[in-house]
Each structure stands twice: as C-alpha cells, then as structure tokens.
C-alpha cells in the first residue's frame, strides 16, 4: 500500500514539472514572437584608399584657405602711398624712389581710409597720394602720431576691399608671418616676403641727427621688410593684419619691426563709425618703464608706464601724480606697455 502511494506520488510530480515547462516555453515563445526587430536605416561609408602619389594628393587638398588664396586676396588691401605726384599717370614717372618717398598703407574701409606710418604719409592734414590698382587719389591725412609713427589718410574712393584687423594681444613667438609692401618702387608693388615671429614687446631708439626717439612695444620679424615696405601690413597666416611695418636694422639681416595694430584700432573704428576721431590726454609723458631704464629713468618695479613729465593745468594735474611716479593700471586694466595707455585713451571721449 505504502509502495503505491509513493509511485502516485512521484507521477504527480512528473506531471507538475512537464506542466510548468509547458507553460514557460509557451509564454517565452508568444513574447519573442510580438519582439519587432527593425531593419538597419544607416548607410555604409565607402572608404576611398588613396595612392601615396603627389597627383592624387594635390587633388584632393582643398582650394580654399590656401595661403596663396589667402595672400591673393589680401594684396588687393594694400596700396602705395608717396608725398609727390607729376602730370603723368604713373606716380613714379622717372622719380627716384628716394626722391618721391614712396611707402605702402593698407585699406581699411570701404570708403576711403588707408592706414600706414606718419613718416610716410607727413603730418595731419598734409597731403599725400595714393595708388590703388593704376588709380591715383588725392589723400588727405587726417590722423597722425609720429611718436606711434602711424597715420590714417582719406581719399575720396567707394566699393575698396579693406584688410581685416586681427588681435596683436595674443602673439606668439615663431609664428608664421607674411609682410607685403612696394620695395624700392612701385614697379615692384605688393611684394610679399614671409618669417616668423621673433620676438614681441621690443624696444629700439630712432637717431635722427642729434635727435633721439624711442619706439617700444613692436613686434620683431625675420620676415624681409624693406624701405618701401613702410605702413604695409604684416599679417597671420588667417590673412589678418597684426601689425604695420615701420623700419629695419640695417646693421642686421633679417631684423625687422611692426607696430602692434591693437594700438590704432579704436582709432581706425572711430574714423570708420564718426567720421572723426578726438583724442582724450592725460596731460602727461610717459615713456615704457623699459624706455626708462635706456634714459637712466629707471623706476624698481619691472612693468609700468613711466611719468617723466605732468603738463601744467593738465587732467593729470589736478589728482595725486608726481614725475617718477609709475602707473601700473587704470580703472583695473593693467598697464604694462604705454601703447597700452594709448589704446584705453584712445577709446575714451575727451571731456568737454
């Protein structure tokens, strides 16, 4: 009896589990079954092997953002400038070189303002002339800091291509730079040379008979600058003006300087916007504290602006200033070179 009830034990048992098996196989298969599955909606890329031949490779180098896309577009930017002209069409014509005091500017507004060096182009409203293309113009020169050596001058043009002004704030040394300019004459105009960035923030001291001057903060080159190459432009390889050409050591090859173009751009954006530029002073000078050091000035701080001199009933007359006294900043912008000082003056309204 005990035999029996064991073996319907184990029967019900078996039946139970062939139950529960049954179940899950038909539950796992009925939830698989209602799983749609999407077909793939992407395409496969190709993939192009490329021989390592020049042809092949100079096929497939983009034209655009070349550098001689690039500088051909920024030469249409550049111009010649000279203080004479004759009858002719030609502002050369038989002139020496020497003798018509040709130079370079660079456009910078659609409509007419053409910015370069003050030894180019002479003092404010003086009158100079400048090629762009075979056209010569009449220019009038509206702006101009010999101690900067840079100008702007006016002429009476529409529709001109101006060059973009980059940011000479963030230089680096050994950084691919191109100067364009007209060398020698303007036979040879908008020649391009191309270095790199040697140095920033240099000093070097202008002899002029028994005269002395001192230009700072420049940016030094190796890129080949020539008389000629005065007021044209020294540009990245984004095809942005970082500096205007000024001078040379012709003591040394390859020893080349630019002004910073920070420096004149609120100028330059005045004249465009107004019309006009009115230059607020402090009623100081002040040289760099490394010029300083040249002229025996020399204050204990490494950095600053240098006040050699406070003008009588000048702004800077009238608040706690000394000569000798260093400015190493104003309304918190640190000062650290006086194109510095220039470039906050320059973007402030005199008062009236």
Known sequence: ??????????????????????????????????????????????????????????NQIEKHNTTEDMLESVIESVVGISRLTNAGGSILNNISSSELGLGTGIIVSENGYILSNSHVTGDRFSICYVTIDENTYKGLVVFSEPD?????????????????????????????VYAIGNPIGYEFKRTVTSGIISAVNRTIKI????????????????ATINPGNSGGPLINSKGEAIGINTVKITSAESIGFAIPINV??????????????????LGIFAYDNEVA??????????????ISQI???????????????????IDNKRLKTINDLREYLYRKEPRR
């Open 207 to 222: 002899e002029e008979g028994e005269a002395e001057s001192y230009i700072s903060d420049l940016i030094q080159t190796d």
């Open 148 to 176: 900067l050596d840079l100008s702007i001058v006016k002429v009476n043009a529409k529709d001109l291509k101006p060059i973009k002004l980059g940011d000479s704030s963030q230089l680096r040394i050994g950084r691919p």
């Open 264 to 281: 004149i751009k609120p100028v330059v954006e005045s004249f465009i916007q107004n019309g006009r530029f009115e230059e607020a002073t």
């Open 1 to 58: 009896m005990r035999k029996k009830n064991n073996l319907r034990g184990k029967i019900a048992f078996v039946i139970f589990v062939i139950s529960v098996l049954i179940i899950m196989t038909y539950s796992l298969y009925t939830m698989y079954s209602n799983i749609e599955i999407a077909e793939p909606t992407y395409q496969g890329k190709k993939t192009i092997f490329i021989n390592n031949d020049s042809d092949n490779i100079n």
């Open 311 to 329: 003008l009588p009933n000048g702004p800077a007359s009238n608040v706690n200033l000394k000569e000798g006294d260093l400015i190493i900043s």
């Open 293 to 306: 050091e040249y002229m025996k000035l020399k204050h204990k701080s490494t950095s600053g602006i240098y």
